[in-house]
């Protein structure tokens, strides 16, 4: 049983051949060894949702022929980019905004610059001490979008405000 994406869906009931199924995890029934012959499936709650498998020969073929629902396993090996080297960090308390940038131990660069853009209002009782950057946001009609970056690499982080 699969859903209109083309997943899985596991444990459906289903009537085959008027005995009761169940799906496994990964959306198929085992039915058993072949045998020729005509097999109807439906589903035990919708029983529109038919189909109709004709099996030609004790090794097949079987119609009508369908993908497996669950497709063999990838697995890639894919680089994302370098490690950071710095995290910025962007704390919001109401209106009131706190930022600041550290390296990868968690420890807060002091002295490190920050470039700071609101989507709408400004920014008011700045304050900078011990590597915090401290603002309230005021004149903004609704949220607003605040971005900190760090001068040096261009890190930036991106939080919203509700003034």
Do not use: M
């Not at 002091?110 to 603002?135: K, Q």
């Not at 903004?140 to 760090?150: F, I, M, N, Q, T």
Request: net charge negative; hydrophobic share 40%; glycine share 12%.
């Amino acid at each position: 049983v699969a859903d209109l994406a083309g997943w899985p869906v596991p444990r459906q009931p289903l009537r085959v051949d008027g005995a009761e199924k169940v799906t496994g995890e990964d959306g198929t029934v085992v039915l058993g060894p072949l045998r020729p012959g005509v097999v109807r499936v439906a589903h035990g709650v919708w029983p529109g949702l038919d189909v109709t498998v004709h099996v030609l020969g004790a090794q097949g073929p079987v119609f009508p022929e369908q993908a497996p629902l669950v497709p063999a396993p990838v697995s890639r090996r894919v680089d994302v980019g370098p490690p950071l080297p710095v995290n910025v960090r962007v704390r919001v308390e109401g209106a009131r905004v706190t930022c600041w940038v550290e390296d990868s131990r968690g420890q807060v660069l002091v002295d490190r610059p920050v470039y700071i853009a609101l989507s709408e209002g400004e920014r008011s009782d700045e304050t900078v001490r011990d590597g915090l950057t401290r603002f309230t946001v005021r004149g903004a009609k609704g949220a607003v979008s605040v971005s900190v970056a760090d001068v040096r690499t261009g890190v930036t982080a991106i939080e919203e405000v509700q003034p």
